[in-house]
């Protein structure tokens, strides 16, 4: 049983909720974005609450129960607030240059990484070693953070690598010296 499903969502003044039959549509100060519901889930819009109900019970449809919510909450807080996301570079040499709807890194390769900017989402640089990334998608938001962390992912030795802001990096001592 989803207890995160029961959740009951309260809407902002400023978000408006558009429910059709498979479809949900939140608009707000920053933007629209659209939700496709699955079978068997219903939504409830009473004044400024709403609530997403299962019409059968089964265990797909137990699992989106939440999910359905969960999503409709981000998707809230994304048009209301939007979402950040903080990234370092760290290493000798290694730098984020955003510039227009690409960013390009240095991270110790033999070439520059170019990475296309999607649509939604913004970079901005708050120094060569940091980057921001903001939209209002969080699943975009986080997808191409991600991707851009996998370009060099922080190693346990020098900690040499991209990392999120606030990301605590397990070091590991490396070779004692013999006896």
Same mark, same amino acid.
């Given at each position: 049983?989803?207890?995160?499903? %029961?959740?009951?969502?309260?809407?902002?003044?400023? $978000?408006?909720?558009?429910? !059709?039959?498979?479809? =949900?549509?939140?608009?707000?100060?920053?933007?629209?974005?659209?939700?496709?519901? =699955?079978?068997?889930?219903?939504?409830?819009?009473?004044?400024?609450?709403?609530? $997403?109900?299962?019409?059968?019970?089964?265990?797909?449809?137990?699992?989106?129960?939440?999910?359905?919510?969960?999503?409709?909450?981000?998707? @809230? @807080?994304?048009?209301?607030?939007?979402?950040?996301?903080?990234?370092? #570079?760290?290493?000798?040499?290694?730098?984020?240059?955003? %510039?227009?709807? *690409?960013? *390009? @890194?240095?991270?110790?390769?033999?070439?520059?990484?170019?990475?296309? =900017?999607?649509?939604? #989402?913004?970079?901005?640089? #708050?120094?060569?070693?940091?980057?921001?990334?903001?939209? @209002?998608?969080?699943? !975009? $938001?986080?997808?191409?953070?991600?991707? #851009?962390?996998? $370009?060099?992912?922080?190693?346990?030795?020098?900690?040499?690598?991209?990392?999120? %802001?606030?990301?605590?990096?397990?070091?590991?001592?490396?070779?004692?010296?013999?006896?």
């Amino acid at each position: 049983m989803s207890r995160i499903g %029961k959740r009951i969502i309260t809407v902002p003044e400023n $978000v408006n909720i558009d429910i !059709q039959e498979k479809l =949900v549509t939140v608009k707000g100060p920053k933007g629209e974005l659209t939700l496709p519901l =699955v079978d068997n889930i219903s939504l409830k819009l009473d004044g400024n609450t709403l609530t $997403v109900e299962k019409t059968k019970d089964d265990k797909f449809t137990n699992a989106m129960h939440g999910t359905t919510n969960a999503n409709i909450k981000n998707m @809230i @807080i994304g048009v209301s607030e939007g979402y950040k996301k903080g990234l370092e #570079i760290n290493g000798v040499g290694y730098r984020f240059t955003p %510039k227009g709807n *690409t960013l *390009t @890194i240095n991270a110790g390769y033999s070439h520059p990484v170019n990475i296309e =900017v999607p649509n939604g #989402i913004t970079i901005k640089g #708050i120094s060569n070693t940091e980057i921001e990334i903001e939209g @209002i998608d969080k699943c !975009q $938001v986080s997808e191409f953070a991600a991707n #851009i962390r996998k $370009v060099r992912k922080p190693e346990p030795y020098k900690g040499k690598g991209i990392k999120y %802001k606030g990301e605590h990096i397990r070091r590991k001592e490396g070779k004692k010296a013999s006896k």
